[in-house]
């Protein structure tokens, strides 16, 4: 995300926080984004 705009970077974790969502087995994944973007 380094070098990006802050609100396209917002953006893409949207965009893999949804793709997570939607895949199977991904319940962990996207539990663990809210750690991952607040470290």
Same mark, same amino acid.
Do not use: H, M
């Given at each position: #995300? *380094? =070098?990006? %705009?802050?609100?396209e970077a917002?953006?893409? =974790?949207?965009?893999?926080g949804s793709t #997570?969502? *939607? +895949?199977?087995g #991904? #319940? %962990?994944s996207?539990? +663990?984004l %809210?750690?991952?973007?607040?470290a």
């Amino acid at each position: #995300a *380094l =070098g990006k %705009p802050f609100a396209e970077a917002v953006a893409d =974790g949207i965009r893999a926080g949804s793709t #997570a969502v *939607l +895949a199977p087995g #991904a #319940a %962990p994944s996207y539990a +663990a984004l %809210p750690r991952v973007t607040r470290a």
